[in-house]
């Protein structure tokens, strides 16, 4: 584990922490440049614990020995505090980043073999909400979550970070377009219920009366909700019954209602 001090902040070396607040920059860059940055000691050991591999670990002295338990083979970059703030471009108050060797996403029907409860978000665009969305996961009984192609990144640092490090412990992976998708569900015997406020809609405690045995559900995302083709998909639309002229909840806090309803 070579261990090098770096006191400038255009050193090439440090490249993969460069601009971290460019949030469009780092959806293109991370999945792109098979990377993602982790943000914590914590944060970087569990994605260890998951499997995951640092390439790099960028550290101020303080946190070193404590970064360095984690860093297996990779290089672990010291720095002062100026220096990572010129990097990153914001002050680094957890200690320690990490740039992750991003793993190859799985096949969708692998990651929902034998699950009996699912969380599906579609388009789901703001990382905090997906970040909470997994922590709600991991911590109801989800056995995997599914997200669209243009869902928020589980592994961008945001994510990672209000997800408490569950990103990497509920199973998951991208789903196809729609209409595709929802073959994709369907075939590994997964009923969809879509959360949505329809006429029709079931409300939950009904759809928890008889729940079938294998569930998918499908969350969309704020403001807009679910798409005609994602709502197409589903077998059974469920609403969550709300009270004081309220129409719906946050997508991370209906996620967290409906899978502790759900739970098995």
């Not at 914001?90 to 969708?108: C, E, I, S």
Request: hydrophobic fraction near 50%; include cysteine.
């Amino acid at each position: 584990m070579p261990i090098e001090r770096i006191d400038d902040a255009g050193d090439p070396r440090l490249a993969d922490y460069r601009d971290l607040t460019d949030v469009a920059l780092r959806r293109v860059l991370e999945p792109a440049g098979g990377l993602y940055i982790a943000e914590s000691a914590k944060v970087i050991r569990r994605a260890v614990a998951a499997g995951h591999r640092p390439r790099s670990i960028l550290v101020q002295e303080k946190w070193l020995d404590d970064a360095a338990s984690v860093a297996g083979d990779a290089p672990v970059y010291v720095v002062t505090d100026a220096v990572a703030e010129r990097l990153t471009g914001y002050a680094v108050h957890r200690g320690a980043l990490a740039a992750m060797h991003r793993p190859a996403l799985p096949p969708v029907a692998e990651v929902v073999a034998g699950a009996r409860t699912v969380l599906i978000l579609e388009d789901v665009v703001d990382h905090t909400n997906v970040g909470a969305a997994f922590r709600a996961a991991a911590g109801l009984g989800a056995d995997a979550v599914l997200v669209t192609p243009r869902c928020a990144d589980p592994l961008y640092r945001r994510s990672v970070r209000v997800s408490m490090g569950t990103v990497f412990q509920v199973p998951w992976t991208r789903l196809p377009e729609w209409p595709e998708a929802g073959g994709v569900l369907h075939d590994a015997g997964l009923h969809v219920a879509a959360l949505a406020l329809a006429d029709d809609a079931v409300p939950l405690d009904v759809f928890v009366a008889t729940r079938p045995d294998r569930v998918a559900l499908l969350m969309g995302a704020e403001g807009d909700g679910l798409s005609r083709r994602a709502l197409a998909a589903a077998d059974t639309v469920v609403t969550i019954p709300m009270a004081g002229g309220v129409d719906s909840l946050n997508v991370a806090a209906a996620a967290a209602v409906a899978l502790w309803a759900l739970r098995v």
